[in-house]
């Protein structure tokens, strides 16, 4: 009984597929079902949508960020508790830098920016402080193998070395009328204040009070005349992954630290730092108001 009711099923299917056969010969018949059994297979697998904007969608926009300006071998004052001879990852940040990243006596770079009049910095001059760090003395932080996105790939390639240290953001400055100006720069140091935010520089959660006004981005010298910034300003920043750094601005072409600045060199020629020199130290007037740190 069972097999006759299999044997009228399948007379039934095959009446049905004939039915939907425009095609005479066996031939042609063999090749209309292997066009069925591909569509029936298409609609089981799943589609796969590759995007288009990742960085967009992996590092979203921290939008409306107070902003303050610090600097290589700034000394410790009321708004600066920590000196930045210093980085947090760099006990000789200074001496690493190539020396102090005077704020106020630099020379403009023909793209935008500028560096210290008096030397070429060894390292890349546009630079940020974030909030956070991901060491502690003795290895990392408990949760940041949860909390960094990139954590699993850079502990892999760096070792025991800061996940953190080096990675790129870029900083949006909104301008009147609807226009903005845009930076990149490397997470060089922590801060402002404090060293632990992770729910505001890896999560959703605002940068909390401090005595600058709640701000949650430190930005260096370069990146404050790049984009023409106040001692205290406002900007919206996101990470971005060092191969989505155009290289058509002054942060690529600076500094052994500058992944960006090397894969410069290699592909499209020399970069920038090559053609600039050291000048004469400005002399500083009497009327020079002395530089305070907005942090």
Known sequence: MKYATVCTLLAGLSSAVLAQNPYGSSTDFAKFAALLREKSLLKLEPQVIIPTERAKTLY????????????????????????????SWDLNWKSSFGGYDD?????????????????????????????????????????AAQVIPWFKVEFARRGNESVCRDRWITIRKRLPGGSQRVCYAQWSDCG?????????????ERPRPNLNGGAGLDVSPAVRDYLGLAGTDVVDWCFVEDTDVPFNGPWADFGSNNQVAQRKQRNVGPTLVQNVKPQPKKARSADDEPVVDAR
């Open 60 to 87: 979203p926009w921290k939008k409306d960020i107070v902003a303050t300006v610090f600097w290589v071998g700034e000394l410790a004052a009321q708004n600066n508790p920590v000196h930045n001879l210093s980085s």
């Open 103 to 143: 704020p106020k006596d630099r020379v403009g770079l023909q793209n935008g920016g500028s560096i210290p009049r008096t030397f070429v910095p060894k390292e890349n001059p546009f630079y940020v402080a974030l909030p956070y760090n991901d060491r502690m003395r003795s290895g990392f932080k408990p949760e």
């Open 192 to 204: 402002p204040f404090r060293t632990d935010h992770f729910e505001y520089v890896f999560g959703t």
